[in-house]
């Protein structure tokens, strides 16, 4: 009986100690993976630059890419000379500034917040639409309430000097026309993995220049300016909305990439189908950004002009123009 004892306890001794090896070294397997992923964090135009410089504290110092696509994108947001992200950003026909964001994370949530005015980082309300609500889109008024209730505040409804004075310069014809790669319609799209191996992205813009009253984008809506989906890839647009909207572009590279594309590839494909989808695709200009599960990355446009700034822990920050159909 005392044998049968012992030999239970040994048992339950040998039992304990197989599943502490067990468990370190599936910690240690986890561990050894986590040092092979290397962040990445890619965004739209030059301004993504400075947008990278934010992300790349978070990412290289272990945090999430929610943190770093956030942090990031608030580099631009903060910058009022940008005249087309932010509270700096020019305004819509009749003189408002309205800001469209929206965020997304591994784990599949996410949010947006359109026609948002007067409140200076979109992109952290969206972020707490996110974590604080049960909702994915919220719109004006509403979602200025919601910011200033949870400690936002309420910021000057005067342009900035720049934009005021674009804003006079084509009050003298009123006359809106989309005009490709110059300064009215560059929002900022960020996407990033992190070092756990997690992709997470953002969006933020004021949208187009000189808008009607109440017009919003794809910068908001989850899968039309930016999409993450944490078992394949990332993608976000730029460019005019109303033709990333009408394809659903970022979750149709993200799709593509599923289907085994690469993110150029996702990229390139998504604008051959907004291409046959936009009579007036011509005139107007998008362009995507991919990143898939494996960091590798990719970009493409319809027009020449669209360049992205990527960060890698081999090269660093630098600028790339992207492939273009055009
Ligand atoms: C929009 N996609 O409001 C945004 C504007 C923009 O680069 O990208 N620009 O349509």
């Given at each position: 009986?005392?044998?049968?004892?012992?030999?239970?306890?040994?048992?339950?001794?040998?039992?304990?100690?197989?599943?502490?090896?067990?468990?370190?070294?599936?910690?240690?397997?986890?561990?050894?993976?986590?040092?092979?992923?290397?962040?990445?964090?890619?965004?739209?135009?030059?301004?993504?630059?400075?947008?990278?410089?934010?992300?790349?504290?978070?990412?290289?110092?272990?945090?999430?890419a929610l943190d770093a696509v956030e942090k990031g994108v608030m580099v631009t947001e903060d910058d009022l000379t940008n005249l087309s992200v932010g509270l700096?950003?020019?305004?819509?026909?009749?003189?408002?500034?309205?800001l469209d964001a929206s965020i997304m994370d591994e784990k599949g949530r996410c949010a947006g917040v359109a026609f948002l005015e007067r409140i200076k980082h979109?992109?952290?309300?969206?972020?707490?639409?996110?974590?604080?609500?049960?909702?994915?889109?919220?719109?004006?008024?509403?979602?200025?309430?919601?910011?200033?209730?949870?400690?936002?505040?309420?910021?000057?409804?005067?342009?900035?000097?720049?934009?005021?004075?674009?804003?006079?310069?084509?009050?003298?014809?009123?006359?809106?026309?989309?005009?490709?790669?110059?300064?009215?319609?560059?929002?900022?799209?960020?996407?990033?993995?992190?070092?756990?191996g997690n992709l997470s992205g953002s969006c933020t813009t004021s949208g187009l220049a000189y808008k009607m009253h109440g017009r919003v984008g794809d910068s908001?809506?989850?899968?039309?300016?930016?999409?993450?989906?944490?078992?394949?890839?990332?993608?976000?647009?730029?460019?005019?909305?109303?033709?990333?909207?009408?394809?659903?572009?970022?979750?149709?590279?993200?799709?593509?990439?599923?289907?085994?594309?690469?993110?150029?590839?996702?990229?390139?494909?998504?604008?051959?189908?907004?291409?046959?989808?936009?009579?007036?695709?011509?005139?107007?200009?998008?362009?995507?950004?991919?990143?898939?599960?494996?960091?590798?990355?990719?970009?493409?446009?319809?027009?020449?002009?669209?360049?992205?700034?990527?960060?890698?822990?081999?090269?660093?920050?630098?600028?790339?123009?992207?492939?273009?159909?055009?």
């Amino acid at each position: 009986m005392s044998t049968r004892r012992n030999f239970l306890k040994l048992s339950a001794f040998t039992a304990g100690l197989f599943t502490i090896n067990k468990s370190k070294a599936i910690e240690n397997i986890a561990r050894s993976n986590a040092k092979q992923i290397k962040p990445v964090v890619i965004s739209t135009w030059s301004h993504g630059m400075a947008a990278n410089e934010g992300a790349w504290k978070v990412l290289s110092s272990n945090g999430t890419a929610l943190d770093a696509v956030e942090k990031g994108v608030m580099v631009t947001e903060d910058d009022l000379t940008n005249l087309s992200v932010g509270l700096g950003g020019l305004p819509d026909r009749d003189g408002h500034v309205t800001l469209d964001a929206s965020i997304m994370d591994e784990k599949g949530r996410c949010a947006g917040v359109a026609f948002l005015e007067r409140i200076k980082h979109p992109i952290s309300v969206a972020r707490m639409v996110m974590e604080k609500t049960p909702h994915v889109l919220m719109v004006g008024e509403g979602a200025q309430k919601f910011a200033l209730d949870n400690g936002f505040k309420l910021e000057s409804k005067e342009l900035t000097p720049e934009a005021d004075k674009a804003y006079k310069e084509w009050l003298k014809k009123s006359e809106y026309k989309p005009v490709i790669n110059i300064e009215n319609h560059d929002t900022i799209g960020m996407v990033a993995l992190d070092a756990h191996g997690n992709l997470s992205g953002s969006c933020t813009t004021s949208g187009l220049a000189y808008k009607m009253h109440g017009r919003v984008g794809d910068s908001p809506i989850i899968g039309a300016g930016m999409y993450v989906d944490n078992e394949v890839g990332a993608a976000c647009a730029t460019g005019l909305g109303e033709t990333v909207l009408k394809i659903c572009g970022s979750y149709q590279v993200v799709e593509f990439m599923r289907q085994g594309l690469s993110p150029e590839e996702a990229c390139k494909k998504t604008v051959e189908r907004l291409i046959k989808k936009s009579p007036n695709y011509k005139d107007v200009q998008v362009g995507f950004l991919a990143l898939n599960k494996n960091g590798e990355h990719g970009a493409y446009s319809l027009q020449k002009g669209f360049n992205y700034a990527l960060y890698t822990p081999e090269n660093g920050n630098k600028l790339f123009d992207a492939k273009s159909f055009i």
